[in-house]
Antibody
Framework: EVQLVETGGGLVQPGRSLKLSCVAS????????MSWTRQAPGKGLEWVAS????????YYPDSVKGRFTISRDNAQNTLYLQMNSLRSEDTATYYC??????WGQGVMVTVSS | DIVMTQSPFSLAVSEGEMVTINCKSS????????????LAWYQQKPGQSPKLLIY???TRQSGVPDRFIGSGSGTDFTLTISDVQAEDLADYYC?????????FGSGTKLEIK
């Protein structure tokens, strides 16, 4: 069974940084592209970042490009999202996804002073 | 960027009825290489993470009831739920993964009368 467990969320001030982690189990982690997708309170889904299975390539929408960095440690079966220069509009539940088929339970990030 | 226009915003039906949800992409999602449409459908029940229902526009994910049917090709896609059950109360989203940035439809809220 695919399990994805996100940690690292919380309340952070605008302009500060936060790093999310996602520990994967139940599948061969290094065989899959991984992604982060977010959902602002009461809103729809927004893709945030993807990384190839080797970690050699990464992809971002313009809304986070240059501020967020996705990375992975295949030895530790862990996916990361480093979020810098956070803005109030980054407030959301962040989901770790295997490709786009398996989803974690999500972790809440609140950006507020 | 590919824009996904999803409709309706919401709908309310009685158990046993059929519903259709539409998604239109601003450009074709059909790959000439493998003749697959890079369109997926997700279900998000209240308080839960999204769940993949349909991929490649019409392939049902393992374990998804056969009352969920995906159809369409190119730029026009439909999710049909026949014989709606109370447990189908949820938000439904389409996703194009033909090209980056990945983009979701705005969502459809299904309510049960």
């Amino acid at each position: 069974e695919v399990q994805l467990v996100e940690t690292g969320g919380g309340l952070v001030q605008p302009g500060r940084s936060l790093k999310l982690s996602c520990v994967a189990s139940g599948f061969t982690f290094n065989n899959y592209w991984m992604s982060w997708t977010r959902q602002a309170p009461g809103k729809g889904l927004e893709w945030v970042a993807s990384i190839t299975n080797s970690g050699g390539s990464t992809y971002y929408p313009d809304s986070v490009k240059g501020r967020f960095t996705i990375s992975r440690d295949n030895a530790q079966n862990t996916l990361y999202l480093q979020m810098n220069s956070l803005r109030s509009e980054d407030t959301a539940t962040y989901y770790c996804t295997r490709g786009m088929d398996g989803w974690g339970q999500g972790v809440m990030v609140t950006v507020s002073s | 960027d590919i824009v996904m226009t999803q409709s309706p915003f919401s709908l309310a039906v009685s158990e046993g009825e059929m519903v259709t949800i539409n998604c239109k992409s601003s450009q074709s999602l059909l790959s000439s290489g493998n003749q697959k449409n890079y369109l997926a459908w997700y279900q998000q029940k209240p308080g839960q993470s999204p769940k993949l229902l349909i991929y490649y526009a019409s392939t049902r994910q393992s374990g998804v009831p056969d009352r969920f049917i995906g159809s369409g090709s190119g730029t026009d896609f439909t999710l049909t739920i026949s014989d709606v059950q109370a447990e189908d109360l949820a938000d439904y989203y389409c996703l194009q993964h033909y090209s980056y940035p990945l983009t979701f439809g705005s969502g459809t809220k299904l309510e049960i009368k």
